[in-house]
């Protein structure tokens, strides 16, 4: 009964390859989010999703392309992997008429670019 | 360019005491504020949140203060239980939009 799951918990990879995070809620938001949390332990987001649409892009290499196919779902796919890459990727919903701008957040992926 | 900043790394405090994680703001457009709870190989968990029309809100032991002026909020844990030790993240957020994360502050509750 997990509200937000990620899948692989862990990634290690070479550089140059690609490879995708998968997203799943079942909490009926309509909203997902992908958040990079770095070296320095900065969380920042990277994607925003709202039924399906993106509405938040931020200053992420095109590298880096996420994909809906329907609200409970967002993965994230990245292409030719580099040192930097390396990461906590977390993913989150919520659903944007709440108060509180409450989001929920998925246990993350270590990914890990050698 | 940090909008959402927290300058304490860490902080220990005995159990039972009580226990301020501080949070500095600079952008004076955001009007909600939260403080997320994480713990080691999980995500963050939300913990509570204050509208910038309030200046407190209280859930239990916990308690988070808005200073406007000052651009400065801080969550209050009293009494503070070992179950309490992860790292606390301030954030901040504008008219439903991203919002933006401190680095978080490392909560250690001593025996």
């Known amino acids: 009964d997990t509200a937000v799951s990620q899948t692989p918990k862990y990634l290690v990879t070479q550089m140059g390859n690609d490879k995708s995070i998968k997203c799943e809620q079942n909490?009926?938001?309509?909203?997902m989010y992908w958040y990079k949390q770095d070296s320095k332990k900065f969380l920042k987001i990277m994607f925003s999703?709202?039924?399906?649409?993106?509405?938040i892009n931020e200053t992420v290499p095109n590298r880096f392309s996420p994909k809906s196919p329907d609200k409970a779902h967002l993965n994230l796919h990245i292409n030719s992997l580099e040192l930097g890459d390396s990461a906590v990727y977390f993913c989150?919903?919520?659903?944007?008429?709440?108060?509180?701008?409450?989001?929920?957040f998925g246990p993350g992926t270590r990914l890990t670019v050698l | 360019d940090q909008q959402v900043k927290q300058n304490s790394p860490s902080l220990s405090v005995q159990e039972g005491r009580i226990s301020i994680l501080n949070c500095d703001y600079t952008?004076?457009?955001?009007?909600?504020f939260l403080w997320y709870k994480k713990y080691p190989a999980e995500g963050p968990t939300f913990l509570i949140s204050?509208?910038?029309?309030?200046d407190k809100n209280e859930d239990g032991r916990f308690t988070v203060f808005l200073n406007k002026s000052a651009k400065h909020l801080s969550l209050h844990i009293v009494p503070s239980q070992p179950g309490d030790s992860a790292v606390y993240f301030c954030?901040?957020?504008?008219?439903?939009?991203?919002?933006?994360f401190g680095k978080g502050t490392r909560l250690h509750i001593l025996p």
């Open positions: 989150a919903s919520s659903q944007k008429d709440r108060v509180n701008n409450e989001q929920f």
């Open positions: 909490l009926g938001h309509d909203t």
């Open positions: 999703y709202n039924n399906k649409e993106l509405i």
């Open positions: 952008n004076s457009m955001f009007d909600y």
């Open positions: 204050i509208s910038s029309i309030k």
């Open positions: 954030a901040a957020s504008y008219r439903d939009d991203k919002i933006i």
